[in-house]
């Protein structure tokens, strides 16, 4: 069996939907599959930044979210236990009085990409993207499916491999990348109740403990815990675990009871570090975590797969067409003008996550410098906001860590650039 489309795109998480609703706005046929029959209920991204909600915008997907009660958050907040603010970003007053953050469940995210996609976009679900078919000078010209019919050779000018930190095909296409790991994990609860009207990132003794508000009245807790320091302790043990986390973070006192009620429906997660030495090769583009993964503290794994998908479609329609050559020239540009922007967030991610979640005592006294000289320094802080939003990107450069560290002191620090 046989079909033919202008884009096959391999799997349907958040790079895959935002990758069909991109490409599919440009007229394109495209063919949306995943070999998952169902999502898994894991959340995982649910903090959207101000670079990645334009495009949501733009695909309709934004109103969505908000009609289903999306949270608003207009600032991230560095904290002591004890609720102390240490640094803050305040998107409204640095971007702009409506750039904000949103908050929503994951599985809404998906559903609200899922619901913009337009008719030329097919999405099949239970498919698996078995291999790659290359043309007779080794392009990529389509994949071999797996579907319930049976196996069916889809042609495609355009594969998109949307398939996460394990991505088959990026492997296939010898694309390389070294997954790393961060030498914690994450513990997930989610807490029924209204605690938190911000994004709070407290940093304690034992790591980081992350808070922010879900829509329905709800609250996410994200704490940092060692690679075995749960192992099997058992629910009774768990419960004592969480009083003496509250007890070193005196600021989640009014969420006690609530933390110990959601250690039901935890979720351990670890923690990857990632980034493909290359994004497109002729006739394949990698988006998302099959390109890139980042600490999920600094809320920009998801986002940057929007942003890919939105950029992946800008360079398409700027050569204007899918015969095999223009997809060609735009995956090289895709590649040129992309690749700078992924290695400034894998940066940016990696230095936000060691400055809260090492513990050791001399990458504690490091993460409180850094953390302290930003605060006081207004062109940093502006400079610092405006890349975790992903607005007008600004990457700071080896003299700011300097500023940072205070190892030499910034004559222009009151000068914010517009
Ligand atoms: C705990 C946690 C919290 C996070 N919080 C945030 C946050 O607040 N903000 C943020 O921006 N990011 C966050 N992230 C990161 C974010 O979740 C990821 O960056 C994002 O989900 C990656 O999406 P993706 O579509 O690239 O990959 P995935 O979500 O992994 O989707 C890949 C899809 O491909 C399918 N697939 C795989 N192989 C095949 C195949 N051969 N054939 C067909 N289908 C296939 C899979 O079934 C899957 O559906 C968080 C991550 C974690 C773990």
């Known amino acids: ?30 063919l949306l599959v995943d070999k998952l029959t169902r999502r898994p209920p894991i959340a995982k991204g649910e903090l959207l930044q101000p670079g990645a909600l334009s495009s949501l915008r733009e695909w309709g997907a934004e109103e969505i979210l908000l009609r289903q009660g999306a949270c608003a958050l207009d600032r991230l907040s560095i904290r002591a236990p004890d609720g102390e603010s240490l640094l803050a970003l305040d998107y409204a007053a640095v971007l702009g009085p409506k750039e904000r953050l949103l908050a929503a469940d994951h ?96 940093v304690t003794e034992r790591g980081l403990r992350l808070v922010y508000p879900l829509p329905g ?4 807790v994200y704490t940092q815990v060692g690679p075995d320091e749960l192992r ?24 006690r009871d609530g933390l110990v009620a959601a250690l039901a429906g935890r979720q351990l997660l670890p923690v990857p ?20 993964a980042v600490h999920p503290m600094a809320a920009q794994g998801m986002n940057t797969a929007i942003t890919d998908a939105a950029a992946l ?29 992924l290695e400034h967030i894998a940066t940016v991610s990696h230095n ?35 890349n975790m939003a992903g607005v007008d990107v600004r990457p700071l450069r080896l003299t700011d860590r300097f500023y940072q560290l205070g190892l030499l002191r910034d004559a222009n620090a009151q000068v914010i650039a517009r």
């Open 1 to 30: 069996m046989s079909e033919e489309v202008d884009v096959l795109v391999c799997g349907a998480g958040v790079g895959g939907l935002a990758t069909a609703a991109a490409i599919g706005a440009l007229g394109a046929t495209v």
């Open 107 to 202: 599985q809404t995210i998906l559903d609200a990409l899922e619901a913009t996609l337009p008719g030329n976009v097919t999405i099949r679900r239970g498919v698996r993207v078995d291999r790659l078919i290359r043309d007779s000078a080794g392009r990529v010209a389509g994949a071999h499916i797996q579907q319930p019919g049976g196996e069916t050779a889809v042609r495609a000018r355009l594969v998109v491999a949307a398939d996460g930190i394990g991505s088959k095909l990026r492997a296939e296409a010898e694309m390389g990348g070294k997954r790393a790991e961060y030498a914690h994990r994450l513990l997930s609860f989610e807490v029924a109740g209204e605690y938190a009207g911000e994004l709070s990132a407290y």
């Open 217 to 220: 009245g709800t609250t996410r």
């Open 232 to 255: 099997g302790i058992g629910h009774v043990g768990l419960v004592g675990w969480t009083h003496r986390m509250v007890d070193g973070v005196p600021a989640l006192d009014p969420m």
């Open 273 to 292: 570090r990632f980034l493909a030495p290359s994004l497109a090769k002729p006739g394949l583009a990698l988006v998302g975590e099959s390109a890139h």
């Open 313 to 341: 479609a800008d360079r398409l329609r700027a050569v204007g067409g899918f015969a095999a050559a223009d997809v060609d020239e735009a995956l090289r540009s895709y590649q040129r003008e992309r690749m700078p922007m």
């Open 352 to 386: 936000a996550a060691r400055m809260i979640t090492d513990v050791s005592p001399l990458g504690r006294l490091l993460g409180r410098t850094l953390m302290r000289n930003t605060a006081r320094n207004p062109r940093l802080l502006a400079a610092t906001c405006h």
